[in-house]
Nanobody, 124 residues
Framework: QVQLVESGGGLVQAGESLRLACSASGRGVSTYALGWFRQAPGKEREFVAGISWRGGTTIYADSVKGRFTISRDNAKNTVSLQMNSLKPEDTGIYYC?????????????????WGQGTQVTVSS
């Protein structure tokens, strides 16, 4: 089992940037694909970005393409999400998750362990 802890959330204005980090621990964590999801109040959890175990493959939701960048450092067992040009609709709780596969997926059901989340609020 992998344990995940997110950090870096906060309150920013539209157009600003934030960088989220997820610290992962557990056996074999560097060999699994990881993903970021978010959930806004009253809405279902949605996929944001995913990265393969070596970092060579990344996938993004259409709503964040060109603005967000996912990366990972297997030496430090961390995965990051750089969020630029933030919009009010990016507001939500952001979760890090592990899929126990080599390549990322874009559906929550493919991810087996989750962090507690970090709040991101973007004001207009």
């Amino acid at each position: 089992q992998v344990q995940l802890v997110e950090s870096g959330g906060g309150l920013v204005q539209a157009g600003e940037s934030l960088r989220l980090a997820c610290s992962a621990s557990g056996r074999g964590v560097s060999t699994y694909a990881l993903g970021w999801f978010r959930q806004a109040p009253g809405k279902e959890r949605e996929f944001v970005a995913g990265i393969s175990w070596r970092g060579g493959t990344t996938i993004y939701a259409d709503s964040v393409k060109g603005r967000f960048t996912i990366s990972r450092d297997n030496a430090k067992n961390t995965v990051s999400l750089q969020m630029n040009s933030l919009k009010p609709e990016d507001t939500g709780i952001y979760y890090c998750a592990v899929t126990y596969r080599l390549t990322p997926r874009d559906t929550p059901s493919e991810y087996k362990d989750w962090g507690q989340g970090t709040q991101v609020t973007v004001s207009s």
